[in-house]
């Protein structure tokens, strides 16, 4: 991992400026593209099809419920995810991972792993949440990755994905606890 990596939480909506909106784009769209799996199954994808979804997730920003996490050095933008959790009294005790992308250029830095890291310390210390949900899409590693991490496979939803006719994948889920 490079030291110069800082996590940087947003709370708000306005706390998202318009650099760090197209900082976002820009990455989603690099993941997408690159075969991630980023909410957007059928690329290739560019900024007016990833913009609208970026602007309803920087809508829901709330300290509370909804946090953003991105991770930064000198070259930028090196990767993001979303820390969720319910205002429903009967989960608010379990937060839930969204998003979770490490752009194509730094794979391999330890992205990924220093935003699961930081959004478990967060969900813990700052948010209360006593355990972690995630879904994954299958046959693309997510699953090891996140297993590394310690995230156990609780079940999966077959064939619950649909990329193209005749290629379904499982929806893996996974949980962390405790935190």
Known sequence: MNESMRIRQHLSDTEVTEDVRR??????????NAGGA????????DDDDVAPALERLVDELHADRCRLLTVVDAR????WLVLRRSSDPLITHWGSLHHVQSHPDCRGEGVGSLL???ARE??????????????????????TFYGRL????????P?????????????ILMHLEPL
């Open 76 to 79: 930028g933008l090196l990767g």
């Open 23 to 32: 900082a976002l784009t820009d990455c989603w769209v690099a993941v997408t």
């Open 159 to 171: 064939g619950a994905l649909r990329l193209a006719p005749g290629d379904d994948r499982d929806e």
């Open 150 to 157: 310690g995230r156990r496979e609780i079940g999966r939803w």
């Open 122 to 143: 967060i969900a813990r210390d700052e948010m209360k949440v006593e355990q972690l949900h995630l879904a994954a899409r299958a046959e693309v590693g997510l699953e």
């Open 38 to 45: 980023a909410g957007f199954p059928f690329p290739p994808v």
């Open 116 to 118: 699961m890291h930081h």
